[in-house]
């Protein structure tokens, strides 16, 4: 079994360790490890659960082991790509420089596109790709229907204003003719009591009398006639105020009517393009014409790109490199030296990274199965109870890993 295999020898040491890295990693050995004079050997429940917490950490470390050597492997690998990389010479050299250069390029033109701010939305895009054969004209009509309702809304508040004065005018000739009606009331009374004065004043008083009743009625006369030309003219302006009113109220209902008609068509043209305005629509319009012009620039854009990437990809190819495709990603370090020594450097790092751990993970195994093999030769007659626990841990761990 694989646990025997590795139980009664060293473990595999890493040698030449590149000194790129200067972090170390700040564990304690020993903090992983329960030492057996904190345990009664002699409890049996105590001896089973220390030795099968060993040899949970024995399988613990190796699977981190096996865990760390693929990533290991997998750097290693990257790292063997870049040195093929500097064998690549000749025609194929220049082509993979050119199609480097181009995928670049294009990489930085989709990320500013797809960075940009203002940019319509794919819902406003389509929406206007949907009504682009309506949206000129539609910009056209929106702007004639709001300046119409304008004028609309300023012929309504002038008629509305000479609806008031009519109403003022009309208001004033009517109170103008119920006065002239009680003065002319008042003159009437005062006629009849003068004359009844005049007669007892003649025939009681036996006054002479005659030029009395000459002015009573001469006054009478010109102040009933003045009050009746009076009154003819307040209700001939009434008469007027009444019609001009009217006519006013007629032009007013169509002005309305008007005014329902072009805010039912405002209304049906803001629901149909999803805006609030002809302004709106208009920087929706430009944003979508400019917009058009970077997504076809885009489009064949991207056939550019797709077809660099597959000659990339074949050249990297014919080298055997072990992951061509990964190169797609990282173009600029082919164009450019001192990032390809950033990649490395990077890579080395992480190699680094992963050998420490799998060192630490080593010792640890390495400490455990040693103190197994100690518990076995200072407890000969606990041997083959403890070997008996290595044999099942063992093979449940097994089964596990097939099941």
């Given at each position: 079994m694989k646990f025997w295999e590795t139980w009664f020898k060293r473990a595999k040491k890493y040698k030449n360790v590149d000194e790129l890295v200067e972090e170390e990693l700040a564990v304690s050995d020993e903090s992983y490890l329960v030492t057996k004079d904190r345990v009664n050997m002699r409890d049996s429940g105590d001896r089973e659960r220390y030795v099968i917490s060993l040899l949970e950490q024995i399988a613990d470390a190796e699977g981190q082991i096996e865990s760390y050597k693929s990533e290991y492997n997998t750097v290693n690998r990257y790292l063997q790509d870049m040195e093929d990389l500097e064998f690549i010479a000749g025609e194929d050299k220049e082509s993979l420089l050119e199609h480097a250069k181009a995928i670049h390029l294009l990489e930085v033109d989709k990320n500013r596109y797809e960075e940009k701010k203002e940019r319509l939305s794919d819902a406003d895009f389509a929406k206007m790709e949907r009504l682009e054969d309506d949206t000129d004209e539609g910009v056209r009509k929106l702007r004639e229907a709001e300046e119409y309702q304008q004028a609309i809304r300023s012929d309504l508040t002038r008629l509305e204003n000479e609806k008031q004065a009519c109403l003022f005018r009309k208001q004033e000739a009517t109170a103008a003719m119920e006065n002239l009606r009680g003065m002319a009331l008042i003159c009437t009374v005062a006629l009849f009591a003068c004359m009844g004065m005049l007669v007892f004043m003649q025939f009681v008083l036996e006054m002479k009398t005659q030029i009395g009743y000459a002015l009573t009625a001469s006054v009478a006369a010109i102040a009933l006639t003045a009050m009746y030309m009076k009154y003819l003219d307040a209700a001939s302006e009434k008469k007027r105020s009444s019609n001009s009113l009217n006519k006013v109220i007629?032009?007013?209902?169509?002005?309305?009517?008007?005014?329902?008609n072009n805010t039912n068509l405002l209304d049906y043209l803001y629901m149909k393009f999803g805006i609030t305005s002809a302004k709106e629509l208009g920087i929706m319009w430009e944003k979508?014409?400019?917009?058009?012009?970077?997504?076809?620039?885009?489009?064949?854009?991207?056939?550019?790109?797709?077809?660099?990437?597959?000659?990339?990809?074949?050249?990297?190819?014919?080298y055997r490199l072990h992951d061509p495709l990964i190169w797609l990603r990282q173009t600029e370090a082919i164009l450019n030296p001192k990032e390809m020594?950033?990649?490395?450097?990077?890579?080395?790092?992480?190699?680094q990274k992963l050998r420490k751990q799998m060192e630490f993970n080593t010792e640890n195994a390495e400490k455990a199965q040693q103190q197994v093999r100690e518990l076995v030769g200072e407890y000969p007659q606990y041997a083959k109870e403890i070997l008996k626990l290595v044999s099942d841990y063992e093979e449940k761990t097994t089964s596990l890993k097939k099941g």
């Open positions: 007629l032009l007013q209902n169509r002005v309305k009517i008007r005014y329902v979508y014409q400019s917009e058009k012009e970077e997504r076809a620039k885009m489009k064949e854009a991207m056939k550019e790109l797709t077809f660099s990437q597959e000659q990339l990809v074949q050249i990297l190819r014919r020594v950033e990649v490395r450097h990077s890579l080395i790092t992480r190699r």
